[in-house]
């Protein structure tokens, strides 16, 4: 008979996969995959793509694969300035709509650029105000320095680094802690019960955001991973890795598979969390 110790706890957390994780293939086939390598569900990224932002077909999506949608990423990038509107306020009113109309626990947001001096100028004050008027979580992501060669840009407003500023809710992404050069241990130390959402990928340091498949990279994915497993973190851990140099679909079906399965190794913890000590800068309080 197995010892208390040898049993593998099932965490809390659930593992989703990121629609931009297949791209340049599409939102659809996004649900597909993560349907048949048995992820808990996806996030959608909302972007160029009109499936990703049409809430219908979401859910049609969702219904065919049975595979619930467990968070909205608000279009803040680039290449979705006027996804949504160009109003940033409008663009997180609707992430927030199509959350709640889908079922989704967590609204994905950017800090402002710093040319939106007016969104930046109410972001903290406005996502407090948003947050207070819904059950979904706001949970704002950490960005990172632009960098070309031996100049620096900081592009983010009020800053990249989300925990100088009072959020209810952060998102911590590893691939941006690794492009940032930041300590992803201490920043999750600093974000504390207030880390809510995770996105897993890799990086090697370098001054291009790489999401690369966990562990193949210098980031300490497994040892945040272990240690929200131990803690009781009952967020989401969202695989948002960078497959587009996949020479096939079978090549970045593969690179998922990986992901997941590097993911779930390292969530589940061999004890239980009060027969082990977790280090401080990994203890994330359940809510």
Same mark, same amino acid.
């Given at each position: ?28 086939? %996004?649900?597909?995959? +993560?349907?048949? #390598? !048995?992820?808990?569900? @996806?996030? =959608? ?7 990703? $932002? ?40 609707? %992430?927030?709509?199509? +959350?709640?109309? #889908? !079922?989704?626990?967590? @609204?994905? =947001? ?7 001096? $007016? ?161 401080s800068s990994l203890r994330v309080p359940r809510r």
């Amino acid at each position: 008979m197995a010892e208390a110790r040898d049993v593998v706890r099932i965490p809390d957390a659930k593992v989703a996969l990121s629609t931009a994780s297949v791209y340049p293939e599409s939102t659809a086939t %996004a649900f597909e995959i +993560a349907a048949r #390598l !048995g992820y808990d569900g @996806v996030e =959608v990224m909302v972007w160029t793509d009109p499936v990703s $932002q049409d809430i219908e077909a979401l859910r049609r999506l969702s219904d065919y694969h049975r595979i619930p949608v467990l968070a909205v990423h608000a279009p803040c990038l680039l290449i979705t300035q006027r996804v949504w509107s160009t109003d940033p306020w409008t663009k997180l009113q609707r %992430a927030r709509a199509a +959350a709640e109309k #889908l !079922g989704a626990s967590t @609204v994905v =947001v950017h800090p402002p650029f710093r040319w939106q001096r $007016q969104y930046a100028r109410d972001f903290v004050d406005g996502i407090w105000r948003m947050a207070n008027e819904t059950d979904v979580r706001f949970a704002v992501e950490n960005m990172y320095p632009w960098r070309y060669r031996d100049r620096e840009m900081l592009a983010y407003a009020p800053d990249w680094d989300v925990t100088k500023e009072d959020y209810r809710h952060f998102t911590i992404d590893l691939s941006h802690a690794s492009t940032s050069r930041t300590d992803t241990l201490r920043m999750v130390e600093r974000m504390g019960d207030r880390l809510g959402h995770v996105h897993l990928a890799d990086g090697r340091g370098s001054a291009k955001d790489e999401h690369l498949v966990p562990g193949r990279g210098d980031q300490p994915c497994a040892e945040v991973l272990e240690g929200l497993a131990r803690s009781g973190f009952d967020g989401h851990v969202v695989i948002e890795v960078n497959t587009r140099r996949a020479m096939s679909s079978a090549e970045r079906e593969a690179d998922l598979a990986e992901a997941l399965a590097f993911t779930r190794l390292h969530l589940a913890s061999a004890s239980s969390p009060s027969s082990l000590s977790t280090p401080s800068s990994l203890r994330v309080p359940r809510r």
